[in-house]
């Protein structure tokens, strides 16, 4: 499997029919094209890959971590469903789409963890 972040945006318009407000302060939008293998998974345990927004954590541009989360209802309502990264990827598959964040502050550094790799990214926002 392979991911790149083509993109962070905190300029995000929402267009979602159930769209609202940011919960936290402000969505910040994380463009992601994703490939993976046909043979990416040999495991009964996991059957695709996804990314979403329970695996960033933000640190603001004071150097302080967020605590709260940036997987919000308002998170989930705001882009249509056609702008969003698929939920599940399964193995031999392409993908593109946002990954969409409710966060406190419209700069700082994202940290994305996936526990299953152990392994971590970061990237400052906007980018």
């Known amino acids: ?53 329970g695996g960033f954590t933000a640190i603001g541009p004071d150097g302080v971590t967020s605590n709260v989360s940036p997987y919000t209802a308002a998170s989930l309502s705001c882009l249509s469903e056609a702008e969003l990264l698929p939920t599940t990827i399964g193995p031999g598959e392409n993908a593109k789409g946002k990954v969409l964040l409710d966060l406190q502050s419209p700069s700082g550094t994202l940290v994305l963890e996936d526990w299953w790799t152990d392994s971590a990214w970061e990237w400052t926002y906007p980018g």
């Open 1 to 53: 499997m392979t991911f790149v972040v083509n993109s962070i945006s905190n300029n995000v318009v929402c267009s979602g029919p159930y769209a609202g407000s940011s919960e936290n302060g402000v969505f910040v939008a994380v463009d992601v094209s994703v490939q993976t293998s046909p043979n990416m998974l040999n495991s009964d345990l996991i059957e695709n890959f996804n990314i979403d927004a």
